[in-house]
């Protein structure tokens, strides 16, 4: 080759040998640069300011517990979290201290008015050769809610902040882990017979516990009334008491037995009321009732007595059981008698 092409060529060499070694010292500069990770104090910040937010699958997301990964993890989605009242504001972080891959502080914040602190640990996470090592929280604060039913088998539903929870099988308790703040529980009962008695629960340390149960309904106490009602008009549609619940209760007002020939007679209705706390029908306004018949000692008789009448109320599977309380009746005044 001529001397002077080479001498023309020599400067275009060296301009691209120069390119390459500048691209080449960019990408390793790059490629140190992005293989420095963020300072572990902002991970932290940004978890607890999720939190504050109500993103909790976002916020989980930066540490070494997935929320799809927990056992009944309902309570970490966001539909379940963003509801409850979490009352977290004012995040910042202290003191953090790096060692290696592993780092740890403490983060302050108030919740509810009330300034707390956590104690937070990372671990670096170095997924792959062009991809940013980052930081990973390693203790996410997951407390642990033990809800008890006591329901009585009445619950055939249970819920939090209004979305649904498993209902443990007869009742009985269920562990739910939970992240900081306070969360509304309550059971349901599809036939309308009891209603529920919300319960809230605020998650600030690692357990908390709250117990549930369920109330009766104006519905259960008109349908206990009414099946009141009707038994005791049922049991006086038959004048010998023939397959009436409360006859043997009948019949001790009358100091009588089932084998003296006698008839009874229902003259004045009582009025019913029902007991919510003792799950029960009593009378709120006296029965009257007539017996009348003939005894070879006593001769031809009537007698008549006011009485109340009881009931002890159950429900098994959405139907409601009455049983005579006692008897089922009982003597309110004394007996007035008149004999032939």
Not at 239 to 250: N, Q
Not at 318 to 325: D, E, F, Q, S
Request: hydrophobic share 40%.
């Amino acid at each position: 080759m001529p001397a002077a092409t080479r001498r023309r060529r020599a400067p275009w060499v060296v301009a691209a040998i120069a390119v390459a070694i500048a691209v080449v010292a960019a990408a390793v500069i790059g490629w140190a640069q992005l293989q420095r990770p963020a300072d572990p104090a902002q991970t932290a910040t940004r978890f607890w300011r999720l939190l504050a937010d109500g993103k909790a699958q976002e916020a989980l997301a930066l540490t070494s517990t997935a929320a799809d990964s927990v056992p009944n993890g309902l309570l970490l989605g966001d539909a379940v979290y963003g509801k409850a009242d979490r009352g977290i504001a004012q995040v910042e972080a202290r003191s953090f201290r790096r060692t290696g891959d592993e780092a740890s502080g403490t983060i302050a914040y108030t919740q509810h008015g009330t300034r707390r602190t956590a104690r937070v640990e990372l671990a670096l996470v170095r997924r792959g050769f062009l991809t940013a090592p980052s930081w990973q929280i390693t203790n996410a604060p997951l407390a642990r809610v033990d809800v008890t039913v006591a329901s009585d088998g009445q619950a055939d539903a249970l819920s939090v902040n209004g979305s649904s929870l498993p209902l443990p099988s007869g009742g009985g308790k269920l562990a739910v882990p939970a992240l900081p703040g306070s969360y509304t529980f309550a059971l349901g009962d599809t036939s309308g017979l009891f209603g529920p008695v919300p319960r809230t629960v605020a998650v600030t340390g690692a357990t908390a516990a709250v117990t549930l149960g369920m109330k009766p309904t104006s519905k259960l106490g008109e349908q206990s009334v009414a099946q009141a009602t009707k038994t005791v008009s049922g049991c006086f549609a038959q004048p010998s008491l023939s397959g009436c619940p409360i006859a043997d209760g009948v019949r001790n007002v009358f100091n009588l037995t089932a084998e003296t020939s006698v008839t009874y007679r229902l003259t004045r209705a009582p009025r019913f009321s029902f007991d919510a706390t003792t799950m029960r029908v009593t009378s709120s306004a006296d029965g009257e009732v007539v017996a009348t018949g003939s005894d070879p000692n006593l001769g031809q008789f009537q007698n008549t007595a006011q009485v109340s009448f009881a009931f002890d109320v159950a429900v098994t599977g959405g139907k409601i059981a009455l049983t005579p309380h006692d008897g089922g009746v009982s003597n309110t005044n004394k007996v007035l008698s008149s004999r032939d």
